[in-house]
């Protein structure tokens, strides 16, 4: 399946906009991703190995931390996900 | 450097005088060329922050979402933000820092004093990774039909 990478980790994926991986669940596409593409890991997630708080990844138009089965939900190929860092702010 | 021309200037400032006492927020769509972010268009976003809009902003995900397939649709990207400070000098605070994860791009802050848009600089997330990231000062050049102009950075 698709995954829209954000502009400030493209260059961990050679320039590319959108990657394709395999895998039957998020969990596993996002295994797939960070075994293609090793250096995004440590942007991904926090050395305890937990997504890191400010990433935010969508299954399609739906935030995967609300999904029933999170990380275990089933994709196909037609799904697309994205990797979106928050955008907030303030003095 | 931060390249946009005046009328998307002249626009994002508008904003942040339209939403006064709020902050606004916006991003910005354009390339990322190795010496500079070039804008070619900006889009609003509304803000989340409702509990506190006077100081925060937040932009949904699911905005950026919905503006980055537009941005793919036209063969651009996102390459920055911004947002307004109301009632306080358009430099980057803790808050600001603490929250800029998107390393590349540019992050536009105007200070709307009284109502009035004023001063809007912009700064430049550098750096590999959350640990190493800071903000530097980006000089704006604005492009007024064929002559473009350097913008006054305000004071530190």
Redesign the interface.
């Given at each position: 399946m698709n995954i829209?990478i954000?502009?400030?980790l493209r260059?961990y994926t050679g320039g590319q906009?959108t990657v394709s991986v395999p895998g039957a669940t998020v969990g596993e596409v996002l295994e797939s991703l960070t075994g293609t593409y090793p250096e995004l890991r440590?942007?991904l997630y926090s050395a305890e190995g937990k997504l890191?708080s400010?990433?935010?990844l969508?299954l399609n138009?739906d935030?995967i931390r609300y999904l029933p089965l999170k990380e275990a939900t089933p994709v196909e190929d037609s799904d697309e996900l994205?990797i979106?860092?928050?955008?907030?702010?303030?003095? | 450097m931060l390249k946009l021309s005046y009328n998307d200037y002249e626009a994002l400032r508008a904003h942040g005088e339209e939403t006064y006492p709020h902050?606004c927020?916006g991003?910005l769509l354009g390339k990322?060329n190795p010496e500079d972010n070039q804008v070619c268009e900006i889009v609003r976003a509304g803000n989340t922050?409702t509990d506190?809009a006077h100081?925060?902003?937040?932009?949904a995900?699911?905005d950026?979402?919905r503006i980055?397939r537009q941005s793919?649709k036209k063969g651009l990207?996102?390459?920055g933000?911004y947002?307004s400070?109301p009632d306080?000098p358009a430099q980057?605070?803790p808050?600001?820092f603490a929250?800029?994860?998107?390393?590349?791009?540019s992050?536009v802050i105007t200070s709307i004093a009284q109502s009035k848009a004023a001063i809007t600089n912009s700064f430049l997330l550098t750096g590999t990774?959350?640990e190493d990231k800071k903000f530097l000062d980006e000089p704006v050049e604005i492009e007024v039909g064929s002559t473009n102009t350097q913008q006054e950075r305000e004071p530190q």
């Amino acid at each position: 399946m698709n995954i829209n990478i954000p502009t400030p980790l493209r260059s961990y994926t050679g320039g590319q906009q959108t990657v394709s991986v395999p895998g039957a669940t998020v969990g596993e596409v996002l295994e797939s991703l960070t075994g293609t593409y090793p250096e995004l890991r440590q942007h991904l997630y926090s050395a305890e190995g937990k997504l890191r708080s400010f990433v935010n990844l969508y299954l399609n138009d739906d935030d995967i931390r609300y999904l029933p089965l999170k990380e275990a939900t089933p994709v196909e190929d037609s799904d697309e996900l994205s990797i979106i860092p928050s955008i907030a702010g303030g003095y | 450097m931060l390249k946009l021309s005046y009328n998307d200037y002249e626009a994002l400032r508008a904003h942040g005088e339209e939403t006064y006492p709020h902050e606004c927020c916006g991003v910005l769509l354009g390339k990322a060329n190795p010496e500079d972010n070039q804008v070619c268009e900006i889009v609003r976003a509304g803000n989340t922050r409702t509990d506190s809009a006077h100081n925060r902003y937040n932009i949904a995900p699911e905005d950026l979402i919905r503006i980055q397939r537009q941005s793919r649709k036209k063969g651009l990207e996102i390459i920055g933000f911004y947002h307004s400070h109301p009632d306080h000098p358009a430099q980057w605070s803790p808050t600001d820092f603490a929250e800029a994860h998107w390393i590349g791009c540019s992050y536009v802050i105007t200070s709307i004093a009284q109502s009035k848009a004023a001063i809007t600089n912009s700064f430049l997330l550098t750096g590999t990774n959350e640990e190493d990231k800071k903000f530097l000062d980006e000089p704006v050049e604005i492009e007024v039909g064929s002559t473009n102009t350097q913008q006054e950075r305000e004071p530190q």
